[in-house]
């Protein structure tokens, strides 16, 4: 029994080297294959995509590659009236890197606008609307843009509250956004806490606290952190001075 046992041992040693390194093989080979049809896929994803991407252009030097934006590209997209927020969405890049750009051709949107005077405009509005008074600015501006005319917003709602100043009025209480009535049962019914954290960079994180009913300010406090026990301390305060609340949202 042992002399069979001692026989058997190597081949069976052998025998599962043989699969462990068959398996190892096959998983070489599907790896392989995977990334060779990545390899083949890419770039045809990239035949294929319609989006225009600026090309990149590496210098040499450290630093991300630079995008390669024209300067008649930009001349052209700000001719069309488009700002430099819809520029950086159409050339898919930031809005910081189309304002170096600008900077840089010395390209200023005020040059897009048309040297037309407010008599001008205003007659030139006027033939526009031609009695039309739900036509709003952005319309009048936008067929002033196809008639080649680039003209400021301000320029445009001035323009139109002086040629027809009961249509302007009538548009804005029509547009005007109707709330909802807030009402509280009474003082310390509700209290609302909120925090602000645009100075965060700064250490400066303002926490406060209004009651719904009366509007009063309950605390108003700047810290130099956003945790937790520094909220409930400015809380606890509140309670102190003007009693607890029957409820709180935040």
Not at 134 to 157: D, F, H, K, S
Not at 235 to 241: T, W
Request: proline share 4%; charged share 25%.
């Amino acid at each position: 029994m042992e002399s069979q046992m001692g026989q058997n041992t190597p081949w069976n040693g052998q025998r599962g080297g043989f699969y462990i390194l068959r398996a190892a093989d096959e998983i070489i080979h599907e790896v392989s294959d995977f990334i060779q049809e990545i390899q083949t896929s890419e770039p045809r994803a990239q035949d294929d995509s319609t989006v225009y991407r600026p090309p990149l252009i590496r210098s040499g030097s450290r630093g991300a590659p630079s995008y390669v934006i024209t300067q008649d590209q930009l001349s052209f997209l700000l001719s069309c009236g488009f700002t430099v927020k819809q520029i950086a969405q159409i050339l898919h890049t930031s809005i910081s890197t189309v304002k170096r750009r600008l900077r840089c051709f010395n390209l200023l949107q005020s040059s897009s606008y048309s040297d037309i005077s407010d008599a001008d405009l205003d007659e030139k509005i006027r033939d526009l609307v031609a009695g039309n008074d739900q036509l709003g600015p952005e319309a009048v501006r936008a067929q002033l843009r196809t008639e080649g005319i680039g003209v400021q917003r301000c320029r445009v709602r001035s323009s139109m509250h002086r040629v027809n100043p009961r249509a302007a009025a009538l548009r804005a209480m029509s547009q005007r956004l109707r709330r909802r009535a807030y009402r509280v049962t009474g003082p310390n019914s509700y209290w609302h806490l909120d925090g602000n954290h645009k100075l965060i960079r700064w250490r400066i994180v303002i926490h406060r606290a209004i009651d719904g009913y009366s509007r009063l300010v309950t605390f108003l406090q700047a810290s130099n952190n956003n945790r937790s026990s520094t909220v409930m301390n400015c809380f606890l305060d509140a309670i102190s001075k003007y009693g607890v609340p029957s409820r709180v949202r935040t």
